[in-house]
């Protein structure tokens, strides 16, 4: 497969990197199939506490690569699930750890869905981002119709996607799709905050919390509220809510477990 990923692990927090220089991290199959396997076997990785996705170079992912969109390959679908979180790229939301995007460039297309489906997104402040598909005759494609408005709401996520216009990283976090940080030193600030999570925060609460936001868009406030109250319950019998209290009380450095 060659390099078309770089990975990194540094204090729990794992970097990878799109890695195609010579097509500026174009999308093709060969990308699609590494980042998946890459990030299914950092799931497993007990090493690994937080996640962080970015582009080698001066891009994050541009789309399709050319090539491969006017060959169809880019667009051939994968074998699709019945659940709605292991689709071809919504699997991200349903790994168990925190998946930060890292805008650091250009992002479009298949490129900017792959960022909505991470649980946060950062952005340089001189990166632009598009959804493109309207102006290539194309649709609202891998589930962006249905997360954009529920990141950034019914009038924007249709500005977005039928206009397919360029977007700015200030105008990007100020419909809250995205946080913009300075573009110099961008990647150490997403990492330091990314090792925040990994060091001070409890894994398993992170798990637990992904989940609870990711199923309480189809849950009422009735079933979010139930699923809270058993979790709690759970929670209070683990080793990281004694670690959490004994840490606080301490005032140390928190050692909780992986999971």
Not at 1 to 30: C, K, Y
Not at 137 to 155: K, N, Q
Not at 237 to 251: N, R
Request: proline residues 5%; hydrophobic residues 45%; glycine residues 8%.
């Amino acid at each position: 497969m060659g390099n078309v990923l770089l990975q990194q692990i540094t204090d729990g927090v794992l970097t990878i990197s799109f890695n195609r220089p010579e097509a500026r991290n174009a999308w093709n199959h060969e990308l699609e199939e590494g980042l998946r396997n890459a990030l299914q076997d950092a799931d497993a990785n007990g090493q690994v506490r937080v996640i962080v996705l970015t582009g080698a170079g001066r891009t994050f992912c541009p789309g399709p690569d050319p090539n491969a969109l006017a060959s169809g390959g880019s667009w051939r679908p994968a074998p699709l699930s019945d659940e709605d979180f292991e689709q071809r790229y919504s699997y991200i939301l349903g790994l168990r750890k925190p998946v930060i995007a890292a805008v650091n460039g250009a992002a479009a297309g298949v490129g900017l869905c792959v960022a909505l489906y991470c649980d946060l997104r950062f952005i340089s402040a001189n990166a632009r981002i598009t959804t493109a598909f309207a102006r290539r005759g194309l649709v609202a494609e891998h589930g962006s119709a249905w997360m954009l408005p529920r990141l950034v709401g019914w009038m924007n996520a249709t500005d977005l996607l039928m206009s397919g216009r360029v977007v700015t990283a200030e105008e990007a976090d100020r419909m809250g799709l995205a946080r913009a940080l300075p573009a110099e030193g961008f990647l150490d600030a997403v990492q330091a905050y990314a090792g925040d999570l990994a060091q001070s925060c409890s894994p398993r609460s992170m798990m637990i919390i992904k989940r609870q936001i990711r199923e309480g868009w189809m849950q009422s406030l009735t079933e979010a509220t139930a699923l809270a109250a058993r979790e709690t319950e759970l929670a209070l019998q683990t080793a990281d809510f004694a670690e959490g209290v004994a840490h606080f009380v301490e005032k140390r450095t928190p050692q909780f477990p992986g999971v």
